[in-house]
């Protein structure tokens, strides 16, 4: 499975607000910047988290992003559908009626074992990103990773962060 270049930038985005306090906004050029990703293509992911109600924007001078939950409430499966969609990975598309041999339908009266078994796997690979939230991932960021990497993140966020308006 191939997840877009969006949902890393998403799940780092919502990462990086989730150190702010309450109130504060991040500029969304600001974290473009801070992750070398253009800015217009970061603002469509953001828009789509603020659309699905995991994000606030904020306007104004002050204005920018902030969590519109919890960290502990948002799950790296919220981010994940809010960037590729709900849709399951895998589409069946029933090629196993085509081909040169029609056969008539009631032969694939039994679901197919290819879409069966594809589905097992999405359900169980959206299970773990539903168990694993914004909270978790921040949180064993900043227990495992190197503190140079921990205090940039803490750099970054203080010098960016807009106080509540």
Not at 27 to 35: D, S
Not at 38 to 50: E, W
Not at 70 to 75: C, P, V
Not at 106 to 131: F, I
Request: aromatic share 6%; with cysteine.
């Amino acid at each position: 499975m191939k997840l877009g270049e969006g949902v890393e930038a998403a799940i780092h985005c919502t990462m990086v607000l989730a150190t702010l306090g309450p109130g504060e906004t991040l500029p969304a050029a600001a974290m473009a910047e801070a992750y070398g990703i253009s800015p217009s293509y970061l603002l469509k992911h953001l828009k789509t988290l603020v659309a699905e109600g995991l994000l606030e924007s904020v306007p104004g001078p002050n204005g920018g992003y902030r969590l519109a939950r919890a960290s502990d409430r948002i799950t790296l499966l919220d981010v994940v559908l809010a960037v590729e969609g709900r849709a399951p990975a895998f589409r069946c598309m029933e090629i196993r009626q085509g081909g040169p041999v029609k056969l008539p339908k009631a032969v694939y009266a039994k679901p197919c074992g290819v879409n069966a078994a594809m589905l097992k796997a999405e359900r169980a690979y959206r299970a773990a990103l539903a168990e694993t939230s914004i909270a978790d991932i921040v949180a064993d960021f900043n227990a495992e990773a190197d503190p140079r990497a921990v205090e940039a993140v803490c750099a970054f966020a203080e010098r960016y962060r807009r106080p509540q308006g």
